[in-house]
């Protein structure tokens, strides 16, 4: 059985709402996530990052530099380790490490938690809750990573981009995504006329919006 928690994890927005959520994970990363920052002040977009605690540790005025241009900063987990793979014990420290060192570096509490891998543990959403945070999965995934992570691919993915659509990409580990294809692939469908017909916001306007889907 799975616990009542699940219930309450946020995977996409309101259809009946003009707004869709871009949202970018493993970052900060000192090459693409300031291409990203710039290319969404372009176009005066607002997004929403997952960053891991070691890159904020790594890369703390970039974090700040995120938060100051207005977008949301959630937590995604301290090392990215595979959360199957760890204790209970250690699934809930890299959540809370990760909090406490984003608070940290940006002098705030973030509401946003989205597990690594996109893999939930009951224990995960339980430290998740007890730290005030939502839990935050995605409904559309451009699928940046491996074979599939072309620039046309990922275009195209984009492209079919829907209201209340919660939008998986990546800003950093290219080692594990493909960050610049993605980037480029975003660079072209904001420029795009399809584009023109999307509205995006960042995920705390989502849960202020609908405190609902509150836990
Ligand atoms: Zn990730």
């Known amino acids: 059985m799975w616990p009542n928690g699940l219930l309450n994890i946020i995977s996409r927005g309101q259809r009946s709402e003009p707004y869709a ?58 090392s990215h380790a595979h959360p199957w793979r760890l204790s209970q014990a250690d699934v809930r420290e890299e959540i809370r490490r ?16 989205r597990p690594a891998y996109g893999r939930i543990r009951p224990a995960a959403l339980a430290q998740a809750k007890a730290l005030g945070m939502h839990t935050v999965l995605w409904n559309r995934s451009v699928i940046d ?10 275009q195209r ?19 594990a995504n493909r960050p610049a294809a993605s980037f480029t692939a975003l660079q072209n469908f904001l420029t795009s006329e399809r584009a023109a017909h999307c509205q995006f916001q960042g995920l705390s306007c989502l849960i202020a919006k609908h405190p609902a889907a509150k836990r």
């Open 21 to 78: 959520y871009l949202t970018f994970d493993d970052g900060p990363d000192p090459e693409f996530t300031p291409a990203v920052l710039d290319l969404l002040a372009k176009h005066h977009i607002q997004a929403s990052f997952f960053v891991l605690g070691e890159a904020c540790v790594a890369h703390p005025a970039l974090v700040r530099r995120i938060a100051d241009a207005g977008h949301d900063i959630g937590i995604h987990s301290y």
């Open 98 to 113: 990760c909090y406490h060192t984003l608070a940290d570096t940006t002098g705030n509490a973030t509401q946003l938690f």
């Open 145 to 154: 990573w491996g074979r599939w992570g072309t620039v046309e691919a990922i």
């Open 157 to 175: 993915r984009l492209t079919a981009t829907k209201p209340g659509d919660i939008v998986l990409m990546h800003d950093a580990r290219p080692e």
